[in-house]
């Protein structure tokens, strides 16, 4: 098992670009999450899917972040456009069940918007 | 609203002093709480899930308990190798994992 797969490990780009993460969770996890981590904030839920259908957005920040998950091997988070308040790590993680299991975390992609 | 506050906030010890770590959590329903692993650049690593008051978990050097309020974790005669950051997360009727803010260990040697 190759766990939660994101990419790109690290994105810079200037402000106003369109940027796109990518995520493959692990075969057979039914439930996926995107997460953004800074210091000042820690850990905070963005949006979560359970078999492929988003269930609870509210954790999106404005209308410049949107998320899909076509399959359920694939689901990308994307800003456009982006600002320098973006910077942050983000975190995909991928679950069996949304309730009752611990999430797998992905390795994350840390993003600098200069 | 949901909410997890952890404390301390960063804790230095001496390699094999013993200490705890705290967690108090409000949620609606308590479906579990869980304790996580973060090791710099990376994501965050599972360590426990507690489903009820009294429950205790035990993995190598690190026990945790959970009450109606909290969770601790008790880290027993920690090593240099525990240095990390650990999170604490609660799960309600949502199924949505709410994360505390971390508690940074560091053990010297």
């Known amino acids: 098992d190759a766990g939660v797969i994101q990419s790109p490990r690290h994105e810079v780009t200037e402000m106003g670009q369109e940027v796109t993460l990518r995520c493959k969770p692990i075969s057979g996890h039914n439930s996926l999450f995107w997460y953004r981590q800074t210091m000042m904030r820690g850990l905070e839920l963005l949006i979560y899917f359970n078999n492929n259908v988003p269930i609870d957005d509210s954790g999106m920040p404005e209308d410049r972040f949107s998320a899909k998950m076509p399959n359920a091997s694939f689901s990308t988070l994307k800003i456009q456009p982006s600002e320098p308040r973006d910077s942050a790590v983000y975190f995909c993680?991928?679950?069996?069940?949304?309730?009752?299991?611990?999430?797998?975390f992905g390795s994350g992609t840390r993003l600098t918007v200069v | 609203e949901d909410q997890v506050t952890q404390s301390p906030e960063a804790l230095r010890l001496q390699e094999g002093e013993s200490s705890s770590l705290n967690c108090s959590y409000t949620?609606?329903?308590?479906?579990?709480l869980f304790w996580y692993r973060q090791d710099p650049g990376k994501g965050p690593e599972f360590l426990f899930t507690?489903?009820?008051a009294g429950e205790e978990k035990e993995k190598e050097r690190l026990k945790a308990t959970l009450t109606k309020k909290e969770s601790f974790l008790h880290i027993t005669a920690p090593k240099p190798e525990d240095s990390a950051t650990y999170l604490c997360?609660?799960?309600?009727?949502?199924?949505?994992?709410?994360f505390g803010q971390g508690t940074e260990l560091s053990v010297k040697p």
């Open positions: 997360a609660v799960q309600g009727g949502g199924g949505k994992l709410i």
């Open positions: 993680a991928s679950s069996p069940e949304p309730i009752y299991y611990g999430y797998t």
């Open positions: 507690l489903y009820s």
């Open positions: 949620v609606s329903g308590l479906r579990g």
